[in-house]
């Protein structure tokens, strides 16, 4: 059983990051359907432009899921989810009974959920068939050009399945919706406390989008997010719960591990907080904070989250709505200040969750003697390296133990070939927050909202600065005969007849990280320039014609 949930867990996390990618335009479309409203800048084609993409949401996690499960994150892979989204939508309408209007309430239910389904199926598509080698006259769509009408038949298939569907789908979204509803503060509580607990596995994400996206619907629009800032006046109730604890509990919890700081290390460590607080504080970005202390202190985090859902609950009995772009943050409060309900509800309610978490840190602390920043082993200066790329590439097992680098919005998502050569205190000491072990070589190191730009800096250095294949590999290579070569990043793709003859375990004995044999293909990962490996091996001369 714990191996069956392991394998769900590494299927799932994939999609929880791809997520986040359509959900990175949601920021703007709320600031312009807010500042377009009559009560702000009463600008109607500046409400209509942010209208027009909460409109198009299932569009936009079509593209954005798909390019965020490619490999490379392609943009074949978002054209192709496009093709599928649009021909999965078109054939489930022409499915769909009743008139006109009954139609359009029912695609605009099932608009995201087509979305996320069809950017699954376009980023696995283009995993498994953008290598695809066809007969000569057919050639030009092989390859990347086939992963769009692979969608495209993929989209067929899922309208027809959503078309049939429907009813069933309809009825459990409305089952789930009515039973939060009638649960009240018990549904709020289980969601907020889910919220927290599967942080640590980055699926929280899931969890948001049949909140956010799917529950409870008003004049078409569908889910608590895209509600609010339809108007509904009952929206708002999975969102206002977060303001409290982002807000005003987690900068309380950054003042009480800076008071419990040894005192030469309050002067080091003050940067540190100060900066974390006033994120959380302004934007509702949280896991930097949540991460100092998920592994130090699991009862706090545990005490976070149960604060959490006990903040939906009580924003909830107070008639508070409260909605949000972005984070539960100022920001997003100012800005939606005249769409909430009982919005200055928030300051008392903030500074009870204050006092709340202040005291509980301060007093975990202290009791348990937990080595929060400021009370562990100071670091020399000497040993922290000025290239914090290279710091972390160091800290990581070297260029060599790399297989994939990829982020999300404050993690580093990374594959290695050994968990066991990373150095979590040369990682700490680089400025990651936290150090996830997921197993299967899969690992999550918490470093910020930085982490985007970081992930692309490690992938230009591996690229930039990194040795030749050695003769072995090359020599393996070249016994395949192959007939092309393709170079992906790190990735070699050897085309060949022969694949069905190579051996994975010689190829890692010769220094390759990873070896996969496919039908046709051979796939190398490893510590080499890429170019090089065109120079170096010669491909198979073309048979004379006959």
């Not at 097992?397 to 040369?426: F, I, P, Q, W, Y």
């Amino acid at each position: 059983m714990k191996r069956v949930g392991g394998v769900i867990l590494q299927r799932l996390q994939p999609l929880g990051r791809a997520l986040m990618l359509p959900i990175a335009v949601l920021p703007i479309a709320a600031l312009l359907l807010r500042l377009g409203q009559p009560d702000m800048l009463d600008v109607a084609f500046v409400a209509a432009a942010g209208d027009a993409i909460f409109a198009n949401l299932g569009l936009l996690f079509a593209i954005g899921v798909a390019v965020g499960l490619a490999r490379e994150n392609h943009g074949a892979a978002g054209l192709a989810g496009v093709v599928c989204f649009l021909v999965a939508t078109k054939s489930a309408e022409s499915l769909l009974p009743g008139d006109a209007v009954e139609t359009a309430k029912a695609m605009a239910k099932l608009s995201v959920p087509a979305g996320i389904t069809a950017g699954l199926a376009a980023g696995v598509l283009y995993n498994r068939f953008s290598d695809i080698a066809l007969p000569p006259y057919l050639g030009f769509f092989a390859g990347r050009r086939f992963v769009p009408i692979a969608g495209g038949l993929a989209g067929l298939a899922i309208g027809v399945a959503l078309g049939v569907s429907f009813p069933w789908f309809e009825r459990g979204v409305d089952g789930l919706s009515y039973w939060v509803v009638t649960s009240g503060p018990i549904g709020l509580f289980v969601y907020g406390l889910l919220n927290r607990l599967l942080l640590v596995t980055g699926l929280h994400h899931i969890l948001n989008n049949i909140a956010w996206f799917l529950i409870g619907d008003f004049h078409g629009a569908t889910g608590d997010l895209k509600r609010f800032f339809a108007g509904d006046p009952q929206a708002g109730g999975f969102m206002a719960g977060f303001f409290p604890v982002m807000m005003f509990g987690l900068p309380a919890a950054c003042l009480a591990m800076y008071r419990a700081a040894l005192p030469q290390r309050r002067k080091a460590v003050s940067g540190l907080y100060l900066s974390l607080a006033l994120t959380a504080f302004l934007t509702g970005v949280t896991e930097p904070i949540e991460f100092t202390f998920l592994f130090l202190a699991p009862l706090l985090f545990l005490i976070h989250a149960i604060l959490t859902g006990l903040a939906m609950v009580i924003m909830s009995l107070l008639g508070v709505r409260l909605g949000f772009g972005f984070s539960a943050g100022l920001l997003d409060y100012v800005l939606n200040y005249g769409l909430a309900t009982r919005p200055l509800l928030l300051i008392p309610v903030g500074i009870a969750y204050a006092a709340i978490y202040y005291a509980a840190f301060a007093f975990c602390i202290r009791r348990f003697d937990l080595k929060t920043p400021g009370r562990d082993a100071e670091v020399s200066a000497a040993t922290v390296p000025q290239d914090r790329t290279s710091a972390i590439i160091g800290a990581l097992g070297g260029a060599g133990n790399l297989v994939e680098v990829d982020a999300c919005t404050t993690r580093l998502r990374l594959v290695v070939s050994d968990a066991n050569r990373l150095d979590e205190a040369a990682l700490r000491a680089s400025g990651a927050r936290g150090v996830l072990k997921l197993g299967s070589g899969r690992v999550q190191v918490v470093v910020g909202t930085e982490a985007d730009q970081l992930a692309r800096a490690i992938r230009q250095r591996l690229a930039g600065g990194t040795p030749a294949p050695t003769p072995n590999v090359a020599g393996l290579v070249r016994a395949l005969h192959p007939e092309r070569l393709e170079i992906r990043g790190r990735r070699l793709i050897v085309m060949t007849d022969a694949a069905g003859q190579a051996q994975a375990d010689l190829f890692l004995q010769a220094g390759v990280q990873a070896a996969m044999i496919g039908e046709g293909s051979v796939h190398l990962i490893g510590d080499w320039q890429g170019a090089d490996w065109i120079g170096s091996i010669p491909q198979a001369a073309p048979e004379p014609a006959s």
